[in-house]
């Protein structure tokens, strides 16, 4: 019940069946996270944290893309690819992080989650490069450095045309607004409201475009 309301309190409306799945995610991430300290967010704070605000971003990124192909990099526990992957329902995300105890934990919670349009991989992000250049229409990441480091590599990961998503808490305007970087365009920073019990928070997304070949 505290998930569907905090859903309808963001004005966010998925399937019953994805409301489950998450359910299940959640109740998943709050029993590891008391035995292993898995995150800093209390355990009121984490379907906020880890499905209100990734679903907000993807509802807003549906105005911009719809994605075949989606790279989490640095997903950690799933944030914030889990949560899109019930946004974005026809859509394969592959959910990236080079440590093999988080990665362990996110497949164990997402067979539990029956979520079936994700692929967990452990890798550092500059092995899967080798493989994986220009393959997907939108990359995502959260909290995994500076947006030079993050556009870096992301860069490589998506088709021309694609979008590159930076999900930030507090952002420095002038430094993102930067025009190109790393053969990616700045489109636009997206500002999000998220409706907390007792509190509303400003989040970030900060939108990139690779730009086509000559």
């Known amino acids: ?43 009121k704070e984490i379907p906020y944290v880890f499905v209100v605000e990734p679903l907000l971003a993807a509802k807003a990124l549906s105005k911009f893309v719809n994605p075949a192909k989606c790279l989490d ?25 080079s440590s093999q105890k988080k990665t362990a934990l996110l497949r164990s919670a997402i067979d539990m ?19 994986h250049k220009g393959t997907f229409d939108l990359v995502v990441s959260r909290g995994v450095g500076s947006i030079e480091k993050v556009t870096k590599y992301a860069k490589d990961f998506a088709k021309p045309g694609g979008i590159v998503a930076i999900f930030k808490a507090r952002i420095d305007q002038k430094k993102e ?26 989040r970030y997304i900060i939108m990139y475009k690779k730009m086509s070949l000559n």
């Open 113 to 131: 989650s029956e979520i079936g349009n994700i692929k967990v991989v452990t890798k550092r992000i500059e092995e899967l490069a080798k493989t």
């Open 73 to 97: 990099i640095g997903t950690g526990f799933g944030n914030p690819g889990v949560a899109m992957s019930a946004y974005f329902k026809n859509t394969r995300f592959m959910l990236v992080d």
């Open 177 to 202: 607004v930067s025009g190109i970087t790393n053969d990616l365009k700045f489109e636009r920073i997206v500002n999000l409201d998220v409706f907390y019990p007792l509190k509303k928070v400003h």
């Open 1 to 43: 019940m505290e998930l569907l309301v905090a859903l309808r309190t963001n004005n966010l409306d998925i399937e019953s069946k994805s409301i489950d799945s998450l359910r299940k995610y959640i109740k998943f991430l709050e029993k590891w996270n008391k035995v292993h300290a898995l995150t800093s967010v209390s355990s």
